[in-house]
């Protein structure tokens, strides 16, 4: 039976834009792509002004829609790369004060509105209230007795606290400490998970996948990894199993990409073993089913998972493991430059590496070589603070007093962004922690006053940010700006 015919004077194309743009109320940029790609007259009607005036308007409603030679797509992609970008000398801020100083922030976490951060054994939450002064802490959990070693946040329907449906988009956080435990909390409720004869000091970057339930792997100075059911029906203490074979403090954990039941870890001897969780428990001691040695000078420091690579830096080396074969598929060396901080986004085929009084960008796809970065990000000190993402590069070190963001594509510098209080000179402040989410962007600072939490959000400025009069980045070749053709959405 064939489809009714359009109504006089529209065509099939004008419905299916119609359809789209009454989608883009609860869609973003990105699903309405992908729903274009279901047939043709959808592709069509996806690149029609009306869909992308529906996204434009929901997504900045107070910003006005000028009338120019670029068709409403396009300035959508382009006011969503500016944002993205921190282009913009008038963000939305609030700024958290703590007095009398206590510890040092040493981790900061962002999830929206929500900033995360630990200060020794105790780990706080607050509900940033955009343009405020006086924000409050809606939780603190003094539930550790020591100093907190990481924290990681995960969705909360993945965990035993879930409850309702209500908190689908929620997230639970996750702290392991030197007193040998790890907490998980969400709303003022937690859970603990006693097990590690030692202080606990990686927590895995994923949950893995267990069939229908989720494992929480952790690490510690005890040399094993203990897996952790998250099923809702497990008990407090739901240890699974426990893996040996490294015969150091466990440094890093992360899920294989390509496989959800694979672990890679790594430890301070920089040995990297990977371990097959599905295994029966009955036979944890052939669970380990690849194992490497990374010839570097020191312990790893940052590892992550693509497809069937793992990317683990350490010592002055960034090197890429075929988890296949566990063979080494590339190694970027840093001629006698130890790496302080990296960043990596493999899916966009870059590595960001912080070393004494800069940071370098790669593209691993060229020649590893010094002389073929794809840009030096200058630093008035070591860059210790970093952050990489398909529109910016961020960088701060610690008694800089302030971050500076650095576009993608080209490596120009585009904002520089003071971490204290507004109107004050940077002068004897410590950047001690950062944290970036799109748009968003969370630094604590600490001084001789006390400590303060910025909050920055972007979405909504309008202001443009007067370009630096100085070049400071060099370059591997001459690069044209490209406003990026990413749609994701926060």
């Known amino acids: 039976m064939s489809p009714p015919p359009p109504p006089s004077g529209r065509t099939l194309v004008d419905l299916d834009g119609d359809v789209l743009a009454h989608c883009a109320r ?22 029609c002004d009306a869909v992308w005036y529906r996204l434009y308007r929901e997504q900045w ?29 008038d963000p939305l801020s609030s700024i958290y004060y703590q007095n009398p100083i206590g510890s040092t922030p040493s981790h900061l976490l962002l999830d929206k509105n929500r900033v995360c951060f630990s200060q020794g054994p105790v780990a706080k939450i607050l509900n940033v209230t955009l343009g405020s002064l006086d924000n ?26 879930f409850r309702s449906d209500t908190h689908t988009k929620e997230k639970a956080l996750v702290t392991s400490s030197t007193d040998r435990t790890v907490r998980l909390c969400w709303k003022g409720c937690s859970r603990s998970y006693k097990g590690h004869s030692g202080p606990v000091t990686a927590l895995a970057d994923k949950l893995l996948c267990d069939g229908e339930f989720k494992v929480l792997a952790t690490g510690g100075e005890d040399c094993a990894i203990r897996l952790w059911s998250m099923s809702t029906k497990a ?10 074979g490294h015969e150091k403090t466990l440094s890093l954990l992360s899920v294989a990409w390509h496989k959800s039941s694979l672990l ?9 073993k990977v371990w097959d969780t599905m295994a029966p428990p009955s036979s944890v001691s052939s669970s380990c089913v690849g194992g490497t040695h990374l010839n570097s ?15 683990i830096a350490a010592g002055s080396e960034v090197t890429a493991i075929d988890l296949r074969t566990m063979k080494k598929a590339s190694v970027l060396a840093l001629c006698n430059q130890r790496i302080i901080s990296c960043e990596m986004l493999p899916s966009e085929w870059l590595i960001c590496t912080g070393v004494k009084d800069k940071a370098l960008l790669w593209d691993i796809r060229k020649s590893q070589e010094l002389a073929n970065t794809v840009a030096e990000l200058h630093s008035d000190g070591p860059v210790t603070l970093l952050h990489l993402d398909p529109y910016k590069v ?35 402040t410590t950047v001690s922690a950062m944290a970036v989410d799109g748009c968003r962007i969370a630094t604590t600072e600490s001084s001789a006053e006390g400590i303060l ?5 972007f979405m909504s400025s309008s202001v443009p940010v007067a370009l630096p009069g100085k070049e400071v980045s060099k370059f591997w070749g001459p690069q044209e700006y490209a406003d990026g053709a990413s749609e994701d959405e926060d």
Not at 453 to 457: A, E
């Open 26 to 47: 609860h869609l973003g940029a990105r699903d309405v792509a992908s729903l274009a790609m279901a047939c043709r007259p959808l592709h069509a009607a996806a690149y």
């Open 61 to 89: 409603p107070f910003q006005q829609v000028p009338c120019g030679a670029l068709g409403l797509r396009e300035l959508y992609i382009q006011r969503h790369t500016e944002v993205h970008q921190m282009k913009f000398d």
């Open 136 to 161: 409050e802490l809606v939780e603190t959990y003094r539930s550790h007795s020591a100093r907190i070693t990481c924290m990681r946040l995960f969705p909360l329907i993945d965990t035993p606290l």
């Open 235 to 244: 008990k407090s203490h739901s240890l699974i199993s426990t893996l040996h």
């Open 264 to 272: 890679v870890s790594s430890s301070k001897d920089s040995k990297v």
């Open 297 to 311: 000078s020191g312990p790893p420091i940052a590892m992550k998972c693509h497809q069937s690579l793992c990317y």
């Open 394 to 428: 961020v960088t701060g070190a610690p008694l800089d007093g302030q971050v500076h963001v650095w576009e993608t594509q080209t490596g120009r510098l585009v904002n520089t962004l003071s971490c204290g209080e507004p109107g004050k000179s940077p002068g004897g």
């Open 453 to 457: 939490l910025h909050y920055r959000d």
